[in-house]
């Protein structure tokens, strides 16, 4: 997944007519840092999250790590009445 990441987010600095410098420059990271994420798919969390605003595409990162939709009425009504809790037990 990470290397698959670093792709798409290749091309689309490619697509830019930008140089890795300056997207680095534009992100705020290391020049090293973008080059072992494009090359490796090695990176931070931040670093992704840095690079796809750089790129314009920080909102593609909302939909993830959703809650899944409600199978019904009741399932939104159980969620309405009895929020998620703070922490987990196991």
Same mark, same amino acid.
């Given at each position: 997944m990470g290397?698959?990441?670093? *792709? !798409? %987010? *290749?091309e689309l600095r490619l697509f830019k007519g930008w140089t890795r410098e300056t997207l680095a420059l534009r992100a705020g990271v290391s020049a090293a840092s %973008?080059? *072992?994420f494009e090359t490796r798919g090695k990176a931070s969390f931040d670093l992704v999250l840095r690079v796809a605003h750089a790129l314009g595409r920080l909102n593609d990162f909302a939909e993830i790590l959703q809650l899944p939709p409600a199978a019904g009425i009741a399932e939104l009504? *159980? !969620?309405a009445a009895k929020p998620l809790p703070k922490r987990g037990r196991v």
């Open positions: 290397l698959s990441l670093a *792709r !798409r %987010l *290749r %973008l080059k *072992r009504e *159980r !969620r």
